[in-house]
Nanobody
Framework: QVQLVESGGGSVQAGGSLRLSCAASGYTYCMGWFRQAPGSEGVASICNDGTTNYADSVKGRFTISQVNANNTLYLQMTSLKPEDTAMYYC?????????????????WGQGTHVTVSS
């Protein structure tokens, strides 16, 4: 079984930054970050071939990266906005086609909450 454990959430003011971390065990091909908020949004994904995908709402502000030696996934968030407030989930999939669709990611962590105030 794939296990994902997020950390790094917190409360920041608009314009601030946070880095979320996801400690992963078990092999998957693509990983990503989703958030649960009014509506639902796939934030970013990264696959083993190096391809990345970002939601339009976070392009230029968020960066997804992976350190395989530590089995760790990161989401560096900058220029945070109040609308970024959400529970953020680390996700993973055996699928090899990158996407930001919730249905494509079968493994989810427990989430870490981000609050952006203004």
């Amino acid at each position: 079984q794939v296990q994902l454990v997020e950390s790094g959430g917190g409360s920041v003011q608009a314009g601030g930054s946070l880095r979320l971390s996801c400690a992963a065990s078990g092999y998957t091909y693509c990983m990503g970050w989703f958030r649960q908020a009014p509506g639902s949004e796939g934030v970013a994904s990264i696959c083993n071939d190096g391809t990345t995908n970002y939601a339009d709402s976070v392009k230029g502000r968020f960066t997804i990266s992976q350190v395989n030696a530590n089995n760790t996934l990161y989401l560096q968030m900058t220029s945070l906005k109040p609308e970024d407030t959400a529970m953020y989930y680390c996700v993973a999939t055996y699928r090899r086609r990158p996407s930001l669709r919730r249905a494509d990611f079968g493994f989810w962590g427990q989430g870490t909450h981000v609050t952006v105030s203004s």
